[in-house]
């Protein structure tokens, strides 16, 4: 209160022209971080030119301009401020005004580098302030992510006394190299709750991802509420639900549109799966008549995967799943809805491209493009069907073909991109099946260049999933995803030219006072210079 009673009368001066006096700097202003430099950032940004001469300082009288107009644009230079009051102790007002006389962070749409397209954005930092332009919200929001990464970590009282807030000078020009950045969180596994979801949104925002995959169903638990079919949730995500019967727990409607919404608002879209023909044990084992012979097979909480599919020949099941596909699209705003479709052992190929040819226009009757993991290709989907590659090799038949035909890849081959797999033998959690997987691994590689015959102009994006069978805990969940996470994210926003280990490892090396900070629970690597 005090504060906003003091900024409002310095404002009031200013309006006036009237000479005001800066608040005393802050005593021993020792920075708490090394001085940074315009390419600090990850994913590294695709122009840098510092200016070493014009390092802006943010100060008890910054204030943050928006375009006026635009509540969008406003929206992020309130997240901006919410990250940076706790941090700075200033008040930091969000203005969505033409102009101020105050030194300002200005988020302003419009009038940047034409290069920027949809997603990418331009900073321009000079003595008297930082000026942040992109053609989209979402462009402004990806800068200010970028200018968190130039300040101070985002230290909290009583520390943060000792450190200066200064950005260096100079501009930076951004765009991602693919339109499609995510991660996926498998609830179904392991179920985690809202807080742990959006914990993650804030981790995975601050990287420039910006879809998040959430597997809501599996053999061993159903997370998402649909009213038609309501012992979905109360049964198949009830107690004893999960890996090991660890459990219950699901999203209800609300709970799901409040993940939706908390992740828009960071400019992430959710992306729901629910996996069929296979993976469907928990829906079998709570509704017998979704099965062939009418009787439900007992719940699974163990790791085996490809031993249940739904009845392919029965018109039950197409209500059943329409049921389904109709309540989830009703709830999601993205133009996405994944289907699944991964290790139907169970299904014979026929049965499988039924149902397929079934399934897929369902998706678009209600309004979504269906996604589904590669194996979807062995059905020959229409084109506009969004095929996400998990194999761990370099060849696939199927997605070459599906990519000559105008099918878009996602790409997250499993030995590189897998979140789930053990970082070296010791690794407490995870799996590995598709190899051990170091951050240098989760890097070296080209999305562009995985499978062959499945080129840049196929490709829509990266996606780095994270299967839940051994993970319990938003500790957890961070162990896993970070460093790695940040690498995939750089694959998919960074250009092919600017990959190079030496620097990311450095640039990654200092994420690190943000993590501690931030109570992140990062595995740290040893290929990694810490600070
Ligand atoms: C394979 S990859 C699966 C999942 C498992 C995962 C564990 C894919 C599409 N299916 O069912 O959880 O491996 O790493």
Not at 34 to 41: G, I
Not at 289 to 303: F, H, K, Q, S, Y
Request: charged residues 20%.
């Amino acid at each position: 209160m005090r504060r906003r009673h003091t900024l409002t009368r310095l404002l009031a001066i200013a309006a006036l022209g009237l000479p005001f006096t800066l608040p005393a700097a802050p005593a021993a202003a020792t920075p708490a971080t090394p001085t940074r430099h315009l390419s600090d950032v990850v994913p590294a940004p695709v122009e840098t030119h510092p200016d070493a001469g014009a390092t802006f300082r943010i100060t008890p009288l910054t204030v943050i301009r928006t375009t006026p107009g635009s509540t969008a644009a406003w929206q992020v230079g309130r997240h901006l401020a919410g990250t940076l009051r706790p941090a700075t102790g200033y008040p930091l007002p969000v203005l969505p005004v033409r102009s101020t006389p105050l030194p300002e962070i200005a988020l302003l749409l419009g009038g940047a580098d034409a290069r920027v397209g949809q997603q990418g954005y331009q900073i321009d930092v000079t003595r008297h302030g930082v000026t942040i332009r992109a053609n989209t919200a979402a462009g402004l929001f990806a800068g200010a992510q970028t200018l968190r990464q130039l300040l101070p970590a985002e230290i909290e009282a009583p520390h943060r006394q000792r450190v200066t807030w200064t950005v260096p000078g100079g501009r930076i020009v951004d765009h991602p190299r693919f339109a499609y950045r995510g991660a996926m969180l498998d609830v179904a596994r392991h179920f985690h709750t809202v807080d742990e979801i959006t914990a993650y949104v804030d981790l995975l925002s601050q990287y420039k991802i910006n879809y998040l995959h959430l597997h809501l169903t599996d053999d061993q638990g159903w997370r998402i509420q649909i009213d038609s079919w309501p012992r979905l949730t109360t049964v198949g995500g009830g107690p004893g639900t999960g890996v090991d019967g660890v459990g219950p727990g699901f999203l209800t409607k609300a709970d799901y549109q409040a993940v939706v919404a908390y992740a828009a608002a960071r400019h992430i879209t959710i992306i729901p799966e629910i996996d069929m023909p296979g993976h469907t044990n928990a829906a079998q084992s709570t509704y017998p008549e979704l099965n062939c012979d009418g009787v439900a097979p007992p719940p699974r909480t163990d790791m085996a995967v490809g031993y249940s599919s739904l009845c392919i020949n029965d018109e039950l099941t197409y209500r059943f799943v329409e049921d389904v596909i109709r309540e989830l699209a009703a709830i999601t705003p993205g133009p996405f809805l994944h289907i699944g479709g991964d290790e139907a052992h169970a299904t014979t190929d026929e049965d499988y491209r039924t149902f397929m040819d079934r399934v897929l226009p369902l998706v678009t009757k209600y309004g979504k493009r269906a996604s589904g993991w590669n194996e979807v290709t062995q059905a020959d989907p229409p084109s506009d069907v969004v095929a996400q590659f998990w194999g761990t090799g370099t060849t696939n038949a199927d997605l070459v073909d599906a990519a000559a035909r105008g099918n878009k890849v996602i790409m997250s081959p499993a030995s590189r991109t897998y979140l789930d797999m053990k970082y070296d033998a010791n690794t407490r959690l995870g799996l590995r099946w598709a190899g051990l997987i170091e951050v240098s691994d989760a890097y070296g590689w080209d999305p562009a260049h995985r499978v062959s015959g499945v080129g840049e102009d196929a490709i829509l994006g990266v996606e780095a999933p994270l299967w839940s069978e051994t993970l319990r805990s938003l500790d957890d969940i961070e162990f896993m995803a970070f460093p790695r996470l940040p690498a995939i994210a750089e694959l998919g926003w960074s250009t092919e030219a600017s990959h190079d280990w030496e620097s990311f490892r450095v640039r990654l090396g200092e994420q690190a006072p943000r993590w501690r900070l931030q109570d992140v629970n990062f595995y740290p690597s040893p290929q990694v210079p810490w600070i």
